[in-house]
């Protein structure tokens, strides 16, 4: 018995001429074709409708994209720091013709005098072995080209291989760890194929892009997809505003270019979304415009200066905006001004909120950190704050961004709490006792079905202050509660100091 059946195809593609592509357009089709028709017992065979294809794309931007080789120094063993000892002198301390250091200069060991069959072992910077491998691109004919600051960290030479399988030998030229870029340059007696930055801002959600890269190492890897968001935080530090790409990204595309449809390249990629470990279709990239200028100036200077403001910050939620009586949840809150830094110079104090820099809104913490990072350092600046229930202004210098480092606060060591008098506010579901210090009051107790459990509160902590008053007694507390909420507040900002440091938590208004 026949049967006929009646297939239904629809075609789509986007209308998009490009300057290096010139991709093809593709009709939305929802009709069905006399050639689609068929019985079971034929053969499907349809004539190829045209599509928009990324072949030119590729085929131009392929030779700018390299797989960069990285290769680290093996530590000798004496300088490694390893010891041995055997519950008497040190090993080191042992005398030379001891059987256990005869046996470590024929074989090598923590001493590296000698090595197999008494030849010397190497010593000084030891060794070069592989460590990492990733992507990179070239953006200038002479030679210099990027990759991500992940895949050449702690490396000690370089070696990029371009698409047709050359190997050239790079120098690091610089790198920028909180943007996570770095710069090589290649010193060749010849021109490179390069390429040159897109301008990201008008990227859109929904526009097609092509990842090159060497995933796993297999070099010249082409996947395709499409800008999926903007600004993303992916937690990675203050300046983190990726643009999130659903493609086919994996281990060895750090450093790689994502490109759209005119050959330039939109964005580094630098991170990828992966429970598993392997690809699952959701890729980040460095912007390139964060990129480009972070590029030159590595080119420039071989390093990156920010401004420094030296503030701990946190976003301003809702919550906090109403306990501080601002009228939207925007701004970056002050924790803790750094003791001598360019913000505790000028003035500023834990619960100041930083509304604006020379007039410019600040959009919330990273905004802040990102517009006092673009600013070189030795500048004037103005602040718009929020202080106690008005604004102000505070005029400052802005410094130089130190390396990494973390103000710490000592350990609380809620002792003996037990001796001291304890107080319950019931309203707030906490116990609490004045600190040992004198500096704010131990929470000594935390109800589990209260607010103060749910935003997080643990026995130990310290309130220091509330609605940017110092605390020491539970009346304190009380005090500043009453007074909010004669303001009309219904919530209290109080700040909280922990083992890893001070944070500002609202709390409801609860007087009755």
Do not use: C
Not at 54 to 61: L, R
Not at 177 to 194: G, I, Q
Not at 223 to 248: H, L, N
Request: glycine share 12%; aromatic share 6%.
């Amino acid at each position: 018995m026949s049967m006929n059946i009646q297939r239904r195809i629809s075609y789509k593609t986007v209308l998009k001429s490009t300057a290096v592509a010139g991709l093809a357009a593709v009709l939305l089709s929802t009709g069905v074709p006399e050639h689609v028709r068929q019985s079971y017992a034929d053969a499907v065979k349809l004539d190829a409708p045209k599509v928009a294809s990324f072949a030119d794309v590729v085929e131009a931007v392929s030779p700018a994209v390299v797989s960069v080789r990285v290769e680290s120094r093996i530590q000798p063993a004496a300088d490694n720091g390893f010891s041995f000892n055997f519950g008497g002198p040190g090993f080191d301390n042992l005398p030379d013709d001891h059987p256990l250091k005869r046996f470590f200069r024929e074989f090598g060991g923590p001493f590296g005098e000698q090595g197999p069959k008494g030849k010397p072992a190497p010593r000084g910077e030891g060794r070069l072995r592989p460590t990492a491998q990733g992507s990179g691109f070239f953006i200038s004919e002479d030679g210099y080209l990027v990759t991500n600051n992940h895949v050449v960290d702690d490396g000690a030479a370089f070696t990029v291989v371009l698409n047709d399988g050359t190997e050239l030998k790079a120098d690091l030229v610089g790198r920028d760890s909180r943007t996570d870029l770095a710069v090589l340059k290649v010193n060749a007696d010849r021109k490179f194929t390069y390429v040159s930055w897109a301008d990201d801002s008008k990227v859109r959600v929904g526009d097609w892009v092509v990842a090159v890269g060497n995933p796993f190492g297999l070099g010249g890897t082409v996947t395709a997809g499409i800008v999926s968001a903007r600004g993303r935080d992916i937690g990675s530090g203050p300046y983190d505003d990726y643009i999130q790409v659903d493609a086919a990204v994996n281990h060895g595309n750090s450093g790689g270019p994502t490109f759209d449809l005119n050959g330039q390249v939109v964005g580094i990629n630098t991170a990828i979304f992966s429970p598993s470990g392997g690809n699952v279709g959701i890729a980040f990239a460095i912007p390139a415009s964060t990129a480009k200028d972070v590029v030159n100036d590595l080119i420039k200077d071989g390093k990156i200066e920010r401004g420094w403001l030296g503030v701990q910050i946190q976003p301003v939620t809702k919550d906090i905006a109403e306990s501080l009586g601002l009228s939207e949840a925007a701004g970056a809150l002050v924790v803790e001004p750094q003791e001598g830094s360019p913000g505790a110079a000028a003035g500023i104090k834990s619960g100041d909120v930083v509304t604006a820099v020379n007039g410019e809104k600040v959009e919330d913490a990273r905004d802040l950190a990102r517009k006092i990072g673009a600013i070189a350092p030795g500048t004037k600046t103005e602040l718009s704050i929020w202080r106690d229930g008005k604004a102000e202004t505070l005029d400052l210098k802005v410094g130089t961004l130190p390396q990494e480092k973390q103000a710490s606060i000592d350990d609380q060591q809620p002792g003996a709490q037990d001796q001291m008098d304890q107080t319950a506010l019931d309203n707030l579901g906490i116990t609490v006792a004045p600190s040992e210090d004198g500096n704010g009051v131990t929470i000594v107790s935390v109800d589990p079905d209260s607010d103060a459990a749910d935003i997080g509160l643990q026995e130990g902590q310290k309130i220091v202050a509330v609605n940017n008053n110092d605390v020491k007694s539970a009346a304190d507390i009380m005090k500043q509660m009453k007074e909010a909420d004669s303001k009309g507040r219904t919530k209290a900002l109080f700040q909280i100091e922990t083992q890893q440091g001070t944070r500002f938590v609202p709390l409801p208004v609860k007087v009755g």
